[in-house]
């Protein structure tokens, strides 16, 4: 049994991993392949409710490795940590065969609450580096979780999710609208042509009471035409 989900593993490192040169390698020289062997022995360990010795073998492997899983995580034969420096599995996390996890992704929770509160994997599903999926959620089968997102909810099957907090872009390769934010469906151009408008108005009339202050004759103000007026009048007209 331990066998079969070495080679399962080992055989995953070979599918996704092109710098990988043959599996004798990968055996030797792959840390996210060790720290999954380890894992399989505590996660032995700690369902014969050796606990305590369970945790002694998952930080030795983190010292290793650089990467630390629960025992209690459930994982399937044939998933790959690539690099997996920093990557952190959780206690109730479940992790199915097919998913890639790479470095500084983090499979935890949100709380102090107990039961299931960490994430579930589905088949051929991507953490990218950095990746940080919190709570007691399923992640979609092959799903993406893009690098550096945080994902706090639900992620259907074969989305592409990025940002913080993570959002859906794509699903089976195809965009998703995204819900327009503007409020305000009122054309630019119009609201522009109305303050300039207002401006020219109210210039004018500051001109005529300067003018009126300065004591020019009301018949001169009468022969200089209000083209500003006219043209808010006009631009009313429009409207």
């Known amino acids: 049994m331990w066998f079969s989900r070495l080679r399962a593993d080992i055989a995953a490192a ?73 990557v952190v599995i959780g206690e109730t996390a479940e992790v ?48 993406k979780i893009g690098a550096g997102a945080v994902v706090l909810k639900e992620v259907p099957p074969h989305a592409t999710v990025v940002g913080v907090p993570g959002r859906v872009v794509r699903i089976r390769g195809e965009k998703v609208a995204e819900p327009d934010l503007c409020q305000d469906k009122t054309d630019p151009w119009q609201c522009y042509r109305k303050e300039l408008c207002h401006l020219r108005t109210r210039v004018a009339e500051l001109e005529k009471a300067l003018g009126a202050a300065c004591g020019e004759s009301a018949a001169a103000d009468a022969e200089v035409p209000d083209e500003a007026a006219e043209e808010e009048k006009a631009w009313a007209g429009e409207r």
Not at 74 to 83: A, E
Not at 107 to 128: A, D, F, I, Q, Y
């Open 14 to 86: 070979k599918k996704n991993d092109p710098a990988a040169r043959n599996k004798f390698e990968i055996f030797l020289t792959y840390s996210g392949v060790h720290a999954l062997s380890h894992h399989r022995f505590a996660n032995r360990l700690y369902r014969m409710h050796l606990k305590l010795l369970a945790r002694v073998v998952s930080q030795v492997s983190r010292f290793l490795t650089g990467i630390e899983i629960h025992p209690a995580a459930r994982i399937y034969p044939g998933v790959f940590i690539d690099h997996g420096s920093g």
């Open 96 to 143: 199915h065969s097919g998913v890639v996890i790479y470095q500084g992704a983090t499979l935890g929770g949100t709380g102090k609450e107990g039961g299931k509160r960490h994430p579930t994997l589905m088949e051929n599903v991507t953490v990218s580096a950095g990746a940080k999926i919190l709570g007691g959620f399923t992640v979609g089968e092959g799903a």
